[in-house]
T-cell receptor
Framework: GENVEQHPSTLSVQEGDSAVIKCTYSDSASNYFPWYKQELGKGPQLIIDIRSNVGEKKDQRIAVTLNKTAKHFSLHITETQPEDSAVYFCAVEYGNKLVFGAGTILRVKS | EAQVTQNPRYLITVTGKKLTVTCSQNMNHEYMSWYRQDPGLGLRQIYYSMNVEVTDKGDVPEGYKVSRKEKRNFPLILESPSPNQTSLYFC?????????????FGPGTRLTVL
């Protein structure tokens, strides 16, 4: 069935350090893998996405890597800042549906 | 301003009292969906709609109904709410790509069923 596992559930890092969040999925036919950031009291917002025809995508301090063979993808945030503190969700497209991971609470300590 | 709006933002109700949460988008998006967010479970899709008059079940459709009579509106209906439907609800819309395109989320509706 459609499944997305996300780890870790919580992550605390010191300001300036890197943070990595990993997701695994079950269906090898999936081709679209977005990451969303949710700040307190708001709806999730897309921060980066990757499609199966590429292995890595970068946007300033954030990057996503995809390993289709192993069916996992990861979010990398470098030089973390206090404003990066939020809940991060990975998601996987399964046909017309989008299935989300359980989320990671990222705390950046200054 | 391009946005997804939901009403109400907060609602406390009692078991069995029918309610509707409205969702509207002004971006002319084809795809709309409803999610519920619960601690430790992330966002789970309730229903989605590929276009007007086309709706389909997500992963947790039991106890919910939707309709898509106009492109901009996608209301969520709870005919007989129960306490296990207490949750934070999000409506989202997406352009032509549907599930493979950016989802634009509304601000959320916090529902409590007593």
């Amino acid at each position: 069935g459609e499944n997305v596992e996300q780890h870790p559930s919580t992550l605390s890092v010191q300001e300036g350090d890197s943070a990595v969040i990993k997701c695994t999925y079950s269906d090898s036919a999936s081709n679209y893998f977005p990451w969303y950031k949710q700040e307190l009291g708001k709806g999730p917002q897309l921060i980066i996405d990757i499609r199966s025809n590429v292995g890595e995508k970068k946007d300033q301090r954030i990057a996503v890597t995809l390993n289709k063979t192993a069916k996992h993808f990861s979010l990398h945030i470098t030089e973390t800042q206090p404003e990066d503190s939020a809940v991060y969700f990975c998601a996987v497209e399964y046909g017309n549906k989008l299935v989300f991971g359980a989320g990671t609470i990222l705390r950046v300590k200054s | 301003e391009a946005q997804v709006t939901q009403n109400p933002r907060y609602l406390i109700t009692v078991t069995g009292k029918k309610l509707t949460v409205t969702c509207s988008q002004n971006m002319n998006h084809e795809y709309m969906s409803w999610y519920r967010q619960d601690p430790g479970l992330g966002l789970r899709q309730i229903y989605y709609s590929m276009n007007v008059e086309v709706t389909d079940k997500g992963d947790v459709p039991e106890g919910y109904k939707v309709s898509r009579k106009e492109k901009r509106n996608f209301p969520l209906i709870l005919e007989s709410p129960s306490p296990n439907q207490t949750s934070l609800y999000f409506c989202a819309s997406s352009p032509l790509g549907g599930a493979t395109d950016t989802q634009y989320f509304g601000p959320g509706t916090r529902l409590t069923v007593l």
